[in-house]
T-cell receptor, first 112, second 113 residues
Framework: NAGVTQTPKFQVLKTGQSMTLQCAQD?????MSWYRQDPGMGLRLIHY???????DQGEVPNGYNVSRSTTEDFPLRLLSAAPSQTSVYFC???????????FGQGTRLTVV | EDQVTQSPEALRLQEGESSSLNCSYT??????LFWYRQDPGKGPEFLFT???AGEEKEKERLKATLTKKESFLHITAPKPEDSATYLC??????????????FGQGTILTVHP
């Protein structure tokens, strides 16, 4: 049972490049979400999904795009990377009851 | 807007020296308050969920309590392996809130041998 798997673990992008951060879970959870973690800021919600085909914006959605075509996968797309998007990104999933969220190991992204 | 504030930002303890971490919150309606542990370079690891004022949960040397405005994470006789960042988060009531957590900035705990 792998839980929540994020790829890649590390990535360096140039300003203006686009890329997709992958997130997959094997627990059949309905809810999935993306957070970014910056020093002194805690984790902030970017986008979340309550099921396949349903997504909504979180606290800091600008510059990011998501879609959820399957229960298992919830990719995060950076449309045109900016240095302000340098951060550690975490994907999480939880079941309908939402009693706990399981997090992936994170993707450390640097935009130069 | 939901808000979570954790204090202190950093806490240094000697092994065996008990202490508490604080999490103050404001939320329109509380569905649950969560405590996570995060080790360097890793994702947050779930510890506890508390749902109502007066509730307490324990796990090894950790005990979490909840009031209507704050939660405490008590650490009894800590060991160096308890060193980590401890995160508090709240989840509001409402049908689409299950996937949404509002986090505090965390408390960095260091336990010296």
């Amino acid at each position: 049972n792998a839980g929540v798997t994020q790829t890649p673990k590390f990535q360096v992008l140039k300003t203006g490049q686009s890329m997709t951060l992958q997130c997959a879970q094997d627990m059949n959870h309905e809810y999935m979400s993306w957070y970014r973690q910056d020093p002194g800021m805690g984790l902030r919600l970017i986008h979340y999904s309550v099921g396949a085909g349903i997504t909504d914006q979180g606290e800091v959605p600008n510059g990011y795009n998501v879609s959820r075509s399957t229960t298992e996968d919830f990719p995060l797309r950076l449309l045109s990377a900016a240095p302000s998007q340098t951060s550690v990104y975490f994907c999480a999933s939880s079941n309908y009851g939402g009693t706990e969220a399981f997090f992936g190991q994170g993707t450390r992204l640097t935009v130069v | 807007e939901d808000q979570v504030t954790q204090s202190p930002e950093a806490l240094r303890l000697q092994e065996g020296e008990s202490s508490s971490l604080n999490c103050s919150y404001t939320v329109s309606g509380l569905r649950g308050l969560f405590w996570y542990r995060q080790d360097p370079g890793k994702g947050p690891e779930f510890l506890f969920t508390l749902y109502s004022a007066g509730e307490e949960k324990e796990k090894e040397r950790l005990k979490a309590t909840l009031t209507k405005k704050e939660s405490f994470l008590h650490i009894t006789a800590p060991k160096p392996e308890d060193s980590a960042t401890y995160l508090c988060a709240v989840q509001a009531t409402g049908g689409t809130s299950y996937g949404k957590l509002t986090f505090g900035q965390g408390t960095i705990l260091t336990v010296h041998p």
